[in-house]
């Protein structure tokens, strides 16, 4: 059995780019008069933590602090992902175009790209033959300011030509090498930016570094199943039975690896062979044991698409583990849709 998990991730910007991305190096101090850099910050949540009391964060341009991020949302309950690429093309003639066609506001106009689909942005792009600036830029490691995983940067001009620039943000994909089945074809917001953005307590001001938190949401898979115990030889559904202990393992070259207790590094999770062959006993093999509810889940451990079998270690006292409790396959789909288009 399996339950879809569901990362998600905020956006809501009013800003702006244009046609030549800088080097990927400089400190917000070293920035020149006419250039502003985004930091992109690249979250998922998982469905489970995931309700309608979920406060997404309103971008202000602004980072969020680490005595806030205590409290928000989009950082107490959210994970950075490295391997996620995004690409930016300067529309500002595509907006002065539509704004003065549609009589709409700026926010208006940020509002209207964010409900466009990918496919729809892609056709945009196209036709209208949107100019990428520079080149695609990848979340991963913050090497300029230290902001940890998850993040990009990237630096354009505010000016195109004598006019405040606009750009379009879009998600491209996310690095197979992840090892993440995220789906960013029905998810993924595109972000139009409008230059200029000022500090929202200080209204003169122009930030230089505006900080984006994109609302995105990424699918991955999290097994669960339920352990019950009954008498030999009856046909009752049973009992469900707290304290059940459980390896989670794939078949790799025919060998069994199990999950390690070692935290997953950008997301990934690392298979091992137990020492001796024995996995209840080796501290590094991962153990997932059932609730009062019998519920045996994995947690925060996320896994993308592929086969795995749940392996019962460990029985309650008073019950026999029998063949079928240690392999219990759970399949991680590739698509997230079958043939009719319908969730799977």
Not at 86 to 91: E, L, N, R, S
Request: glycine share 6%.
């Amino acid at each position: 059995m399996k339950k879809l998990l569901c990362l998600m991730l905020q956006l809501l910007v009013l800003l702006p780019f244009v046609a030549v991305l800088l080097p990927q190096t400089m400190s917000a101090e070293e920035l020149g008069e006419d250039v502003v850099e985004f930091v992109l910050h690249k979250r998922m949540i998982r469905d489970i933590d995931y309700n309608d009391q979920f406060e997404f964060h309103e971008n202000d341009g602004l980072a969020i602090s680490e005595e806030a991020g205590i409290t928000a949302d989009i950082i107490s309950q959210t994970v950075p992902l490295n391997g996620a690429t995004f690409a930016v093309y300067d529309m500002t003639d595509y907006y002065h175009e539509k704004k003065a066609a549609e009589n709409m506001t700026s926010r208006e106009f940020v509002q209207q790209i964010a409900e466009m689909s990918r496919n729809n942005i892609r056709q945009l792009i196209t036709e209208e033959r949107l100019a990428q600036v520079g080149e695609s830029v990848t979340t991963g490691k913050d090497t300029v300011g230290g902001l940890g995983d998850g993040i990009a940067r990237i630096q354009v001009p505010k000016k195109n030509q004598d006019r405040d620039a606009i750009y379009l943000i879009f998600e491209e994909s996310i690095d197979p090498e992840i090892g993440l089945n995220v789906d960013i074809d029905q998810t993924a917001i595109p972000i139009a930016a409008v230059l200029p953005i000022y500090h929202p307590t200080e209204p003169t001001e122009e930030l230089q570094e505006i900080h984006i938190y994109p609302k995105n949401v990424g699918y991955l898979r999290d097994p669960y199943f339920f352990k019950y115990g009954r008498q030999r030889g009856t046909t009752e559904k049973g009992r469900p039975l707290e304290g059940a202990v459980f390896a989670l393992y794939q078949m790799i070259e025919g060998e069994k690896y199990y999950l390690d207790m070692a935290p997953a590094n950008d997301l990934k999770n690392q298979w091992i062979k137990p020492a001796n062959n024995d996995p209840l006993n080796d501290k590094n093999v991962s153990k997932f044991i059932s609730d009062k509810e019998g519920l045996v889940t994995t947690g925060q451990r996320f896994l993308p698409s592929g086969t795995y079998y749940f392996e019962e270690l460990k029985s309650v006292e008073g019950y026999e583990m029998d063949e079928a409790s240690k392999r219990i396959e759970v399949i991680v789909p590739e698509s997230w849709v079958d043939a009719e288009g319908q969730p799977q």
